[in-house]
């Protein structure tokens, strides 16, 4: 299918089955921007794998099936794959920077505050990437259990008992650095 046939197939008028590309993404461009914010804990990179993931949508709006899932989870998980793509592409780039950069250490900016709460950033921070992006699909964008087994490819109950045992690390964490201030 062409682009300008997809582009156009995208904001034709919605049936009863499935509603159009326009708007999918004004109903969840919010819930795909937050979910990316607190995957990467960036907001700026959030913005640009935003537009990434609304591009990739647009170009795959013809394999969308309503009877498949909700519009949100199959953004959420394209969001995901961009995400990591993206991942992937930092770790090669990175790789590629320590073989022929010089051996001095390079301090890194702190990444963008997206809950607007330092101890909770930090305390986030001490999770791994699979443990915040639980609490982001759970916690913060709010989807049940299949919808979120969904995006990650798991299992409903793996995701529960993955997101108890973050929770649990995430309490502990700020627990410590309410001792510590």
């Known amino acids: 299918m062409s682009t300008a046939s997809a582009i156009a197939v995208a904001v034709s008028e919605p049936t009863l089955a ?3 590309f326009r708007q999918v993404a004004e109903d969840h461009l919010g819930t795909t921007y937050r979910y990316l914010t ?3 804990s960036n907001r700026d990179l959030a913005d640009d794998l935003t537009s990434a993931t609304f591009e990739r949508a647009l ?3 013809h394999r969308f099936d309503p009877e498949k899932g909700t519009p949100e989870v199959w953004l959420i998980q394209i969001a995901r794959r961009v995400a990591l793509d993206h991942f992937r ?3 090669r780039r990175r790789g590629r920077e320590e073989t022929y950069a010089s051996r001095e250490a ?3 900016e702190p990444p ?3 809950a607007g709460d330092a101890r909770l950033r930090e305390a986030l921070a001490g999770l791994t990437r699979s443990e915040r992006e639980l609490i982001a699909l ?3 964008l709010e989807l049940d259990s299949n919808e979120a087994a969904e995006v990650v490819g798991g299992s409903p109950s793996a995701v529960s008992s993955g997101l108890h045992r973050a929770l649990g690390k995430l309490r502990r964490e700020m627990g410590n650095r309410d ?3």
Do not use: I, M, N, Y
């Open 18 to 20: 499935q509603p159009t």
């Open 138 to 140: 759970r916690v913060v």
């Open 112 to 114: 963008a505050d997206p």
């Open 179 to 181: 001792e510590h201030a």
């Open 59 to 61: 170009k795959d709006w």
């Open 38 to 40: 607190h995957l990467v």
């Open 106 to 108: 390079r301090v890194a």
């Open 89 to 91: 592409s930092e770790g």
